[in-house]
């Protein structure tokens, strides 16, 4: 199945997308988002080409965020779209079946959209304020989880929901007791000094 913690990649430049992927990489990531949201199409497909590369190296699963067609071009493990961006149908035909499809979720009809079209997994918040994302949807928070995944598992809907948006490590505990298959993170790992120390402890707290 899914590793359940997801890395998605922070960086102003390609330089320095590139260091922290290589950081988080070296640190035992095993689920990398690439979100390049101030780049251009081409510097996306620029910095994909340059993960891809240094992705074989690792035993790490490469989702790019928004761009299925470069999904296709650098042979990633699948694509995550926002609620705004292109159909799943749409981008099921430029990837295939084999690969990946996350969709992002703010509420329980966004899950179960996501559900209907047939995403792999959700990406489902934020679960507090964040300032890794502009133009913020409405917080979900524990409580929003809570009913949430109930809601779910009463209509008897099976697909794994990760949490997002601003989560700190003290959180996870918490957030993973409401029935939450796994969470997604960026600044809480970008801007750790010990970052193999952080996934030896994130993988721990997941495990139990």
């Not at 809570?146 to 918490?174: C, H, M, R, Y």
Request: proline content about 2%; glycine content about 10%; some cysteine.
């Amino acid at each position: 199945m899914y590793n359940k913690i997801q890395y998605i990649s922070q960086g102003s430049s390609i330089d320095e997308q590139l260091l922290n992927i290589e950081q988080v990489l070296d640190a035992g990531c095993e689920w990398l988002q690439l979100r390049y949201k101030n780049g251009s199409k081409g510097e996306v497909l620029q910095l994909a080409l340059s993960v891809r590369k240094i992705i074989d190296n690792y035993n790490c699963r490469l989702i790019i965020n928004d761009h299925p067609e470069i999904v296709k071009e650098v042979d990633a493990d699948g694509v995550h779209l926002g609620l705004n961006d292109m159909p799943v149908a749409v981008a099921r035909v430029i990837i295939g079946n084999d690969k990946i499809i996350g969709g992002t979720a703010n509420t329980l009809k966004d899950v179960l959209q996501r559900h209907t079209e047939q995403c792999d997994y959700v990406g489902l918040g934020p679960f507090q304020f964040t300032t890794t994302k502009e133009k913020l949807s409405p917080i979900v928070g524990l409580e929003g989880y809570k009913v949430i995944i109930s809601q779910l598992n009463e209509l008897q809907v099976t697909i794994p929901v990760f949490a997002i948006g601003g989560i700190e490590q003290e959180d996870i505990g918490t957030i993973l007791q409401t029935g939450i298959y796994g969470v997604a993170l960026s600044g809480l790992i970008t801007r750790h000094s010990q970052k193999k120390q952080l996934f030896n402890e994130l993988y721990t707290l997941c495990s139990h």
